[in-house]
Nanobody
Framework: QGLLVESGGGLVQPGNSLRLACVAP????????IAWFRQAPGKEREGVSC????????VYADSVKGRFTISRDNAKNTVYLQMNSLKPEDTAVYYC??????????????????WGQGTQVTVSS
C-alpha cells in the first residue's frame, strides 16, 4: 500500500456530485499540504485544490471555485474533495499528492514528493 490512496471516482451525469477521498496512512497530515491534481487525456496535469496541514487554509483553481470543496478528517487521516455541479470538462484522472511546502495557487507539482495512484472521474450523459 502506498503512502496515499485515492478512492471515490466513477461515472456521473453532468450536474451531479462525487466525493473523492485520499487516505494517508503513512503521513502525519499536520506536516503536509495535500493537493488534488487532475489530468485529462491529451492535456497537462493541473492543480485543482489544496489543503494546508499547518493552518487548514485552502486553495482552489479558478475552474472549480464554488463547485469543489476540500476538507480533512483528522481522525481518519483523510482528505476529501467534494465535487458538485460536475461538468464534462471535469473528466480526468484525479490524483492526491503530499508536499512539505505550503499550498500555492501555482500548484507546482515538483513540490509534491508523494503521489497516489489516481482515480478516474468521468462526467457524461
Amino acid at each position: 500500500q502506498g503512502l496515499l490512496v485515492e478512492s471515490g471516482g466513477g461515472l456521473v451525469q453532468p450536474g451531479n456530485s462525487l466525493r473523492l477521498a485520499c487516505v494517508a496512512p503513512g503521513l502525519t497530515l499536520d506536516y503536509f499540504a495535500i493537493a488534488w491534481f487532475r489530468q485529462a487525456p491529451g492535456k497537462e496535469r493541473e492543480g485543482v485544490s489544496c489543503f494546508s496541514g499547518s493552518d487548514s487554509s485552502t486553495v482552489y483553481a479558478d475552474s472549480v471555485k464554488g463547485r469543489f470543496t476540500i476538507s480533512r478528517d483528522n481522525a481518519k487521516n483523510t482528505v476529501y474533495l467534494q465535487m458538485n455541479s460536475l461538468k464534462p470538462e471535469d473528466t480526468a484522472v484525479y490524483y492526491c499528492a503530499a508536499s512539505q511546502y505550503a499550498c500555492s495557487p501555482y500548484f507546482r507539482s515538483y513540490e509534491y514528493a508523494y503521489w497516489g495512484q489516481g482515480t478516474q472521474v468521468t462526467v457524461s450523459s
